[in-house]
């Protein structure tokens, strides 16, 4: 008697533990959430961090696109990388290393850098071709600049950079102050495809831009750049004080 007394508890602790596993609010085994610092998915990483401005899949937007196999030839894993874990200083692109105060792992860094190159770079695009390089330590000339724009340039973006029927303003302050010039020249060198902007070989048919030329521009719009972006204000003196 005492051994089917047994049994039965037995049998009755089973149920109650079941029924306390299911009670309604436990969470379920896959409802536990992850710790950011532990996200590996590199299609949560960039869906999180990086579509916001470079678009979704890479496509583009306030941003280059990142899925632009001409500017993977361009800038290499350790401009991707530095960009990635410091940002670009003087420019809307912000720090997203912990290190450098922002929230991702050097873990997680690898991984948006891995997946960008696995998923949109295509070795051979470039082939045959010679491209301006990267970044130049040479300075451009802004004057010669101004002549390689009116050449290769304001057929779309009109004379003197102000707009024209097929691209918008290149001069306007706030573009401007946007941007600092290694990103000006990286924007000359592989365009925006994504807005239907050449890269330094489509401007003029069969005369590509040279490496001076791509300075030069570059130099001639960075002369545009406004040195305290927004200053000074239209009649500043007598907007200072009281309100009239």
Sequence with gaps: MKFHVLIFAAVGLSALLCGCANAPGRPAAGDTPIVPSEITDFNVLYGQNCAGCHGNDGKGGAAIALADPVYLAIADDTVVRHATVDGISGTSMPAFAQSTGGMLTDKQIDVIVQGIRE??????????????????????????????????????????????????????????????????????????????????????????????????????????????????????????????
């Excluded at 451009?140 to 779309?156: H, I, K, Q, T």
């Excluded at 002369?223 to 204000?233: D, E, I, M």
């Excluded at 003196?237 to 309100?243: E, F, N, R, S, Y």
């Design 119 to 244: 998923r949109w770079a295509q070795p051979d695009v470039l082939r045959g071709a010679n491209p301006p390089p990267y970044s130049s330590s040479q300075p451009g000339d802004a004057s010669r600049g101004l002549v390689a724009y009116a050449e290769f340039c304001s057929s779309c973006h009109g004379a003197g950079g102000r707009g024209g029927e097929k691209a918008s303003s290149i001069v306007d302050g706030s573009f401007l102050a946007l941007l600092n010039d290694q990103e000006l020249r990286t924007i000359v060198i592989v365009g925006r495809p994504e807005l239907g902007a050449l890269d330094w070989r489509g401007n003029v048919p069969g005369k590509p831009m040279s490496p001076q030329d791509v300075s030069d521009v570059v130099a001639w719009l960075a002369s545009l750049r406004a040195k305290f972006p927004g200053q000074p204000y239209p009649n500043s003196a007598k907007l200072t004080g009281a309100v009239q």
